[in-house]
C-alpha cells in the first residue's frame, strides 16, 4: 500500500485531481474494507486540497451516520431531506453550495463552514452514502470539484 501522495501543491485544483484521483484508485484497489477505503480518502482528500472538513455519511436505518472523516467533530445523525447533506440524499444529486448561510435548513456542525458540496454514492439505484466537503471559505467549491468527486464516488461504488 502507497503511504504517500505525490501531489504539486502549487498546481491548480484541476491538475490536482487528476494526480490524486489514480493514487485513490490505487488505495481503493488494494483493500476491501468500506471503513479502512473511506478513511484514506477522506485524508487524501484533506491532505491534497487542505478542506476545512471532509467525509462521510452512511445511510444506517433511514439516518444518515457519520462515518470516517477528517476535520473538526461533526454531526452524528443527519435525517433525510435535512442539511445539505439530507437534501442531496433526498435530491439523489451532488449540491454545491457557494454560502452555507443562504442554505434553507443548513445543519451548522461548525461556524467555521462557509460553502460546501456534497455528493451521493449508490447502491443498486438507492443512495448509501453521502461525501460531504466543507470549505472556510466562500464561493470554494466548483463545476471542477463536482466531476471530480462524482467521479470519485463511482470509484467507492464499485467497492460496495
Known amino acids: 500500500m502507497a503511504e504517500h501522495l505525490f501531489i504539486d501543491q502549487t498546481a491548480g485544483k484541476a491538475t490536482r485531481y487528476q494526480q490524486v ?9 488494494a483493500e476491501d474494507d468500506l471503513t479502512a477505503n473511506l478513511a ?25 451516520v457519520l462515518g470516517p472523516f477528517q476535520g473538526p467533530i461533526a454531526c452524528t445523525r ?10 442531496a440524499w433526498e435530491r439523489q444529486e451532488t449540491i454545491i453550495v457557494p454560502d452555507v448561510d ?26 448509501t452514502l453521502i461525501l460531504d466537503v466543507d470549505s472556510q ?14 467521479h470519485l464516488m463511482r470509484m467507492i461504488e464499485r467497492k460496495l
Open 21 to 29: 484521483l489514480p493514487q485513490i484508485e490505487a488505495l481503493l484497489s
Open 40 to 64: 484514506n480518502v477522506a485524508a487524501a482528500l484533506k491532505q491534497t486540497f487542505d478542506f476545512f472538513w471532509v467525509g462521510f455519511y452512511l445511510v444506517k436505518n433511514d439516518v444518515l
Open 78 to 87: 443527519i435525517n433525510f431531506g435535512k442539511g445539505v447533506c439530507g437534501a
Open 102 to 127: 443562504q442554505f434553507p435548513g443548513h445543519i451548522a456542525c461548525s461556524s467555521e463552514s462557509r460553502s460546501e458540496i456534497v455528493v451521493p454514492g449508490f447502491l443498486n439505484g438507492a443512495v
Open 137 to 150: 471559505y466562500l464561493g470554494h467549491f466548483d463545476q471542477t470539484d463536482a466531476v471530480a468527486l462524482e
